[in-house]
């Protein structure tokens, strides 16, 4: 078999695997790429893993076909699954200063004696600050990569950190760390405006040339906190891998590190020949992951992203070679005795953390509920709390603005009798309009929403990874990037927030595509059945007991009528009718909320569930007889 | 397009239709020279038939496709497209009468025909789901998005009382003939909702209408510009929990349609269908007392067709 091509096989791979997650994210046309979804987010090892733990099932198996690659093969899947990985490659391709690709390794820098020249080698080994410095700041004009002392503490100690809050039910470093939900936030907060603005921008000219494929589409809400997040995720990433690979992998990334112990048992692994090894260097140069140790001829296993450069490089050719590791230690001690040394005490560890990481599964379960659930009163008091301290502020300066309101009213009165005096005149100049009075109650959420099929706010916290594929492809703009919403724990988890929209009765986008199972897959019969919290009415601040004017934008959108319209006051020109509301069935999708005119505060919002619950099906009456249906007209 | 463009296009528009609006009878003559049969009349209402059949002897009865639509012109056809629900709720025009619209103004000679609404449910699927993306398509019209504020225009309303400027969608403003094609049926918050309340659809901000008394701003905007016809679709009648409706059983099957230059007299019809006087709807007794169009049906000569 020829080794040199495993490495275009593995970038084939990888751009495919990217390109689709890419395109997941920012489809903003439903152009049809979710069709293939299931199998994209299928190999995603961490929501795959969440997924597993909360619902053993062979869809959500993903991860562990993972594992079995990486105990065959080592850590191929950071090198062709992780859409992170390839962010990295791609920006390491770019970089300013590299040259990645093996063919165009100038060959002069290979000493006559087959060695790096010394004064090419740089002396930095291991992760440091002063060597992040110098990882961006400074420039390496013909070797791009060399091998790195692995930082084991740092590596070890955030894949403890992250399994062991994990373990107690919080997402706070798995949500920040899992390279899939990174990247995910990344194109959702980033990229994803961006596509859009771009595209918005070829619009005109594209209706200049006849064609009308392109539309404008509606701009994206901002949430700068997560976009903050995003950014500072991106700049990490970004540096580390302009400057040096894969150093993010084999530092921060927690899979990176879990798998990497786990590639310690792989059964295929790159070994150098040292007898046939000439030792010119071209293989470390080209190993973004630092891990090839040309003094000792040894590779990291547990740092090898698998990417396959070296092989591709190495000018011996047979001085690089994929062994079966478990034949060569039949055959003697002696063969795979470089790695030996660092590699038992890793292993140690990482039996414990991946035993612990595994235990999780069971205690989760019975664990679950409990611990899940005081988080959610925690974090509900927590919001109760906050909310009261903005509400009684708020309060304040609505009673604030109430005195001018009522100078406003004054002035607007007013203003009714000369604007209309102004249109008899036909002058239109400074008409004012008089405008109905902000309103003064404020809403009084006690909960975050969730989504429809996540069941209960704790079930969705302890499951969402925060990749927010959810945000993008709600086509209903509902779904938003949250950041504390359910705590600390579930932080950057997604809300529904009907500012910016309204859950649409009849889609299930959300349900479908969640890669962790935080939002179950329910059919359209099922989801609408779920009310994941209930609209409450504030009359003070109905426009039609305000003003005394017709509205019922809420029960307009109301998908069930469980906010309908009854008669609330005769007036000699107009019937007046007011919302009433039917929490039984109410779906809390928030088409009331969103449609709800008023300002500042609404007349009507929804109030999350804690614990999703189950609605009736609206009752179906026969229809009355008001309207004459026979042959004749009635005029 | 430039603000030069747009401005000449707005002008341009504005007298095409102001002239229908001088002179509404001109085409009606004009088409009476052509034979003996009564074209003019006030308003057409069928009943009986399928839509498309239905559009086709109203519209005939009315001098035919081409005394609205002249040659080269750019047609706005303005369905209801609200919501995501399928053709049998009733919740948006129906997509056979939208296609044969579409059609007819073709074959009529029209440019260019577009459809577009702001829909209150996600527009990508209100627009598929409705059936009316595909009957447009089909019959070879344009059906443009009105999803993003890009497509609005600030315009004033001269004659508005509580509505004086408001954000119109491009197509609306450019269009040189401009039909008006509502669906009949109940509604939360004007008890009914035909061609009046569908202009709605035309305008990006929808709150403010709903906070400054609604029945007031749909009659100031029915003043800005009104339809040169308007085809209220009665086909199937969403009688209760409108304008969304819940289920297939608040829709009643009427097979009806009514056609005509005067959009209040063909709002007044259609409430009479639903089973409404004209006047308790607060929105067309405003239209009316502005001298937009009359609601008094004794006055009009109307065409009463049986399929």
């Known amino acids: 078999m020829k080794f040199r091509h495993l490495r275009h096989i593995r970038i084939w791979i990888a751009i495919i695997f990217f390109m689709l997650t890419a395109f997941l994210f920012l489809d903003f046309r439903g152009s049809g790429v979710r069709a293939v979804a299931g199998e994209v987010l299928f190999l995603q090892f961490v929501p795959s ?5 909360d619902n053993a099932a062979a869809g959500a198996a993903g991860f562990i076909a993972v594992l079995v690659l990486t105990i065959l093969f080592g850590r191929i899947y950071c090198s062709t699954v992780c859409p992170l990985g390839t962010l990295q490659d791609i920006i390491s391709r770019f970089a300013p200063g590299g040259t990645l690709s093996p063919k165009k390794m100038p060959g002069n820098h290979v000493a006559p004696g087959g060695t790096l020249s010394p004064k090419k080698r740089p002396k930095n080994h291991g992760f440091s600050w002063s060597s992040l410095y110098r990882l961006s700041f400074c420039r390496f004009s013909s070797y791009r990569f060399f091998f790195l002392k692995p930082n084991n503490f740092l590596r070890y100690s955030i894949l403890f950190v992250t399994a062991l809050l994990f373990l107690t039910g919080s997402g706070l470093m798995l949500n920040l760390l899992d390279p899939f939900s990174s990247l995910g936030r990344i194109l959702t907060n980033l990229v994803r405006p961006l596509v859009i603005a771009v595209n918005n921008l070829l619009v005109p000219g594209a209706e200049i040339l006849g064609t009308h494929f392109l539309y404008l589409v509606r701009w994206p809400a901002l949430f700068p906190i997560s976009m903050a997040v995003s950014i500072l995720t991106l700049i990490l990433v970004g540096l580390l891998s302009a400057r040096q690979g894969r150093l993010y992998c084999n530092t921060v990334c927690p899979v990176g590190t879990f798998l990497g112990l786990v ?14 090894c000439m030792g010119c260097g071209l293989c470390e140069a080209v190993c973004k992951a630092g891990c090839i140790d040309p003094g000792k ?22 001085a690089l070679e994929i062994e079966n590791i478990w034949m060569a230690e039949k055959n003697g001690p002696g063969r795979g005795a470089g790695n030996k040394g660092v590699g038992r005490r890793g292993f140690i560890f990482g039996l414990a953390a991946g035993g612990a990481v595994m235990a999780a599964g069971g205690t989760l379960k019975t664990g679950e509920a409990v611990t899940a659930a005081g988080g959610a009163v925690k974090s509900g008091e927590a919001i109760t709390a906050a909310g009261g301290a903005v509400k009684s502020g708020e309060a304040v300066t609505a009673a604030g603005g109430t005195l001018k309101t009522g100078e406003a009213i004054t002035a607007a009165g007013g203003a009714i009798k000369s604007g209309e005096a102004i249109t008899a005149g036909g002058f239109l100049k400074d008409v004012t309009v008089p405008q109905t009075r902000p309103t003064i109650i404020p809403e009084t959420k006690t909960s975050p929403v969730s989504p429809p099929g996540s069941v209960s706010t704790a079930r969705f916290s302890s499951t969402c990874t925060a990749c927010q594929l959810c945000v993008s492809v709600c086509p209903s703009r509902v779904l938003v ?12 988890q997604p809300r529904m927030d009907f500012r910016y929209g309204h859950c649409n009765y009849d889609c299930t986008d959300c349900l479908e595509i969640c890669p962790s199972g935080a939002i179950l897959p329910l059919s359209r019969e099922e989801k609408q059945r779920v009310q994941v919290g209930v609209a409450k009415f504030i009359l003070e601040n109905c426009v039609v007991h305000t003003d005394n004017t017709n509205c019922g934008a809420c029960s307009e959108h109301c998908p069930t009528k469980a906010v309908d319209m009854v008669p609330y006051l005769d007036m000699p020109d107009r019937k ?3 919302p009433k509301m039917n929490p039984d069935i109410c779906v809390g999708c928030g088409g009331c909320e969103y449609a709800c005119p008023t300002k500042p505060f609404k007349a009507i919002y929804v109030d999350g569930n804690p614990v999703h619950r189950a609605v009736e099906k609206p009752v179906e009456k026969p229809v009355e007889k008001i309207i004459d249906v026979s042959e004749d007209f009635p005029f | 397009m430039d603000r030069r463009d747009f401005l000449k296009k707005t002008i341009s528009g504005g007298i095409a239709a102001g002239s229908t609006l001088v002179f509404p009878k001109i085409d009606g003559l004009w088409a009476d020279s052509r034979g003996d049969v009564k074209t003019d009349w006030d308003l057409v209402a069928v009943r009986g038939g399928e839509p498309g059949p239905m559009f086709d002897r109203a519209i005939a009865s009315l001098g035919g496709m081409k005394s609205f639509v002249p040659k080269g012109s750019k047609v706005l056809v303005k369905p209801n497209i609200g919501w995501d629900v399928p053709p049998e709720r009733a919740g948006n025009t129906h997509p056979a009468l939208v296609g044969r619209i579409v059609e007819q103004s073709l074959s009529a000679g029209a440019e260019v025909v577009t459809v577009f609404d702001h829909t209150c449910d996600n527009w990508i699927r209100s627009y598929q789901n409705s059936g009316i993306e595909k009957a447009v398509k089909d019959a070879g019209g344009k059906i443009v998005s009105g999803d993003s504020e890009g497509y609005y225009q600030k315009v004033e309303i001269p004659m508005g009382k509580r509505l004086t400027r408001a954000k119109v969608h491009e197509a609306f403003l450019e269009a040189d003939v401009f039909i008006n094609v509502p669906v009949l049926k109940h509604h939360s918050s004007s008890m009914v909702t035909i061609g009046m309340k569908n202009l709605m659809g035309a305008v990006w901000d929808r709150w403010y209408w709903h906070r400054n008394d609604l029945h007031q701003c749909i009659a100031d905007f029915a003043s800005f510009r009104a339809p040169d016809l308007t085809v209220v ?9 409108g304008p969304r409706g819940v289920s297939v059983n608040d829709v009643v099957s009427m097979k009806a349609m009514v056609l005509s230059r005067d959009f209040v007299a063909a709002d007044a019809a259609a409430a009479k269908l639903f089973g409404t006087e004209p006047g308790d709807v607060r929105h067309i007794s405003i239209a009316s007392g502005m001298k937009l169009g009359n609601m008094n049906l004794q006055d009009l000569s109307i065409n009463r067709i049986k399929l």
């Open chain 1, 576 to 578: 007046l009718m007011i």
């Open chain 1, 481 to 492: 990037p949250g950041f504390l919403d359910y705590g600390i724990s579930g932080i950057m």
């Open chain 1, 49 to 53: 893993l969440v997924k597993f733990l």
């Open chain 2, 233 to 241: 679709d009665a086909y199937n009648v969403m009688t209760r929990n």
């Open chain 1, 297 to 318: 001829k040894s590779i990291d296993v547990s740092r090898c992203v698998g990417c396959f450069n070296c092989l591709a490089v190495c000018p011996a050719g047979q």
């Open chain 1, 263 to 276: 590639s310690k048992l792989s059964i295929f692994r790159i070994r150098i020949d040292p007898r046939a």
